[in-house]
C-alpha cells in the first residue's frame, strides 16, 4: 500500500514526458492520445493542457465530460490511471496563465487567435500499478 499517494503519484507524473488523456466518443468508444506534460497541476487531483479547440478531442468532452488519464514510468514498470471528468475552458483568465511565447508554434493566432483552448482534468478515482500490483484509491 502506497504510504504517501499525493507524493509518490506526483513525482512519477512529473518525470514523465509524455502522458495519455482519454475520451468517449459518439458511438461509446474509448479514444486515447499521447500528450505533452500538463501544462499545470495541482496535486494528483487537477491538471491543465492546452490544445486546438477544432480538435476530435473536444467535440468528445463536451459531448461526454468522462475521461481517464495515465502516465507511466517505463524504467520502473509503474504507472498510474486516474479517472474523473474533462472540462474545454474559454475562459481568457486562465488562457493567459497557461501561454507561453514558445506556444506561437502550435497557435499561430496566438493566445486570442481562436483555436488556442483548455483542458481540466479532475480525477475522483485512481488505480496505481507497482511491483506486479495494483491498487485504488480515491482523490480527495
Keep these: 500500500m502506497m504510504r504517501n499517494p499525493q507524493e509518490t503519484i506526483g513525482n512519477l507524473i512529473d518525470k514523465q514526458g509524455v502522458g495519455f488523456i482519454s475520451s468517449v466518443d459518439e458511438n461509446g468508444f ?4 499521447a500528450m ?3 501544462v499545470k497541476r495541482e496535486g494528483i487531483k487537477t491538471f ?3 490544445t486546438n479547440s477544432p480538435s476530435m478531442r473536444i467535440k468528445h468532452y463536451r459531448n461526454n465530460n468522462k ?6 514510468d517505463k524504467r520502473f ?3 498510474v490511471m486516474l479517472k474523473g471528468t474533462m472540462e474545454v475552458l474559454e475562459d481568457k483568465k486562465i488562457k493567459k496563465e497557461i501561454w507561453k511565447e514558445e506556444f506561437n508554434v502550435y497557435y499561430k493566432g496566438g ?3 481562436g483555436d488556442f483552448i483548455i483542458i481540466k482534468f479532475t480525477a475522483q478515482t485512481g488505480r496505481y500499478y507497482s511491483n506486479f500490483s495494483s491498487e485504488d484509491f480515491k482523490i480527495e
Design 36 to 38: 505533452l506534460p500538463p
Design 48 to 50: 491543465y493542457w492546452h
Design 30 to 33: 474509448p479514444n486515447t492520445k
Design 111 to 113: 493566445m486570442n487567435g
Design 77 to 79: 514498470f509503474r504507472g
Design 67 to 72: 475521461a481517464c488519464i495515465y502516465f507511466y
